[in-house]
């Protein structure tokens, strides 16, 4: 997860939601990405679907059941298709999202994927507070 908060303070540096993402298999980190919207002006450019993109590439296949994705809020109801489809083993999350995240939406990962949530939530919250309290202050 501190990998993925990394990812989300570089996002935050440049004008991005600070959403941060990590892929390991076994041991190793084989991919991480934060979001890229607004530099990429790609709506789908979320950092669970580039950090899923690498991870596949890495593996040199479209399933990755043996991998593990940790990002720092929980994915979008886009991030969690992409999720499903690619059958990951199992999805860790800083903290939830009341609004948008697929869980309000009422939409399930795979069966087979484990999902954890609340891992250094607090950073993770705290982080996404402090992007959106800068921007209500400081409109251009």
């Known amino acids: 997860m501190k990998i993925a908060i990394e990812e989300a ?3 935050f540096h ?9 892929i390991t298999y076994g041991n190793k980190v084989i991919a991480r990405a ?3 919207t607004e530099t990429l002006n790609n ?14 590439d890495y593996m040199g296949k479209k399933y990755i059941q043996e991998c593990t994705l940790y990002v720092t809020m929980e994915p ?3 991030c ?33 994927t484990k999902f954890l949530s609340g891992i250094m939530k ?8 402090e992007f959106f309290s800068f921007k209500r202050v400081f409109k251009f």
């Open 9 to 11: 303070l570089i996002a």
């Open 14 to 22: 440049n004008d991005e939601v600070p959403i941060g993402a990590a």
């Open 34 to 36: 934060h979001n890229l």
């Open 43 to 56: 709506i789908t450019a979320h950092a669970e679907m580039l950090v899923l993109n690498l991870a596949s």
């Open 76 to 78: 979008c109801v886009m």
């Open 80 to 112: 969690a298709g992409a999720l499903f489809f690619s059958q990951i083993g199992r999805v860790v999350c800083g903290t939830l999202s009341y609004k948008r995240g697929f869980l309000c939406k009422g939409i399930g990962l795979h069966p087979k």
């Open 122 to 129: 607090n950073q993770c919250k705290n982080l996404l507070k």
